[in-house]
């Protein structure tokens, strides 16, 4: 089957760095995504590795390794803002194309 | 301006009632998506759309009918609402073709059927 793993929840300070790991298992990959979800909001797109490597934007950088079937999210200088779940997604192009997700990991910042 | 918009936001109801969803989006996507998530936050596609055509069908009920109008509409009927339907339902959409596959999700609808 298709599936994605990530931790379940995550606990770091203020200030710190974190970083939250997703492996998958899917066919026909193209890519990895992260999303994050606030309480009672709506997924929001951080970003997307369709290449192995290293992506940063701003406080947040991903990475993928595709031979791995591995990615993480890093989250730097974290804020009391950033406490949300954190969703990874593989990008598929079977039927069509869809977006698999994992189960979401809860990130809590602390002060 | 609301890129993704869905209503109600909130939709409480009783079991074997019919209700729907709507959803609307702005972004000139070629793509929209029903998704589902359970109260474990598990985020599971139940339709996607392009162009007005049905492309992906997961393993969803019957009772679940999607109907995309023109592309930047699609919404979703539910027939003889059980209880195990009780989640919020996100609609989306995103650019075929597009670099990063972005998906731009609405606010969710937290349908409730007691």
């Known amino acids: 089957g298709q599936s994605l793993e990530q931790p379940s929840e995550v606990t770091a300070v203020e200030g710190a760095i974190v970083q939250i790991n997703c492996t998958y298992q899917?066919?026909?990959?193209?890519?990895l995504s992260w999303y994050q979800q606030h309480d009672g909001g709506a997924p929001t797109f951080l970003s997307y590795n369709a290449l192995d490597g290293l992506e940063e934007t701003g406080r947040f950088s991903s990475f993928l390794s595709r031979s791995d079937s591995y990615g993480y999210l890093l989250l730097q200088e974290l804020q009391m803002k950033d406490s949300a779940s954190y969703f990874c997604?593989?990008?598929?192009?079977?039927?069509?194309?869809?977006?698999?997700f994992g189960q979401g990991t809860e990130l809590s910042v602390k002060p | 301006d609301t890129a993704v918009s869905q209503t109600p936001k909130y939709l409480v109801t009783q079991m074997g009632n019919d209700k729907s969803i709507k959803c609307e989006q702005n972004?000139?996507?070629?793509?929209m998506y029903w998704y589902k998530q359970d109260s474990k936050k598990f985020l599971k596609i139940m339709f996607s759309y392009n162009n007005k055509e049905l492309i992906i069908n997961e393993t969803v009920p019957n009772r679940f009918s999607p109907k995309s109008p023109d592309k930047a509409h699609l919404n979703l009927h539910i027939n003889s609402l059980e209880l195990g339907d009780s989640a919020v339902y996100f609609c989306a959409s995103s650019q075929q073709g597009a670099s990063d596959e972005k998906l731009f999700f609405g606010s969710g609808t937290q349908l409730s059927v007691l």
């Open positions: 972004l000139g996507h070629d793509t």
């Open positions: 997604a593989a990008d598929t192009y079977n039927q069509g194309g869809k977006l698999i």
């Open positions: 899917t066919s026909g990959f193209y890519g």
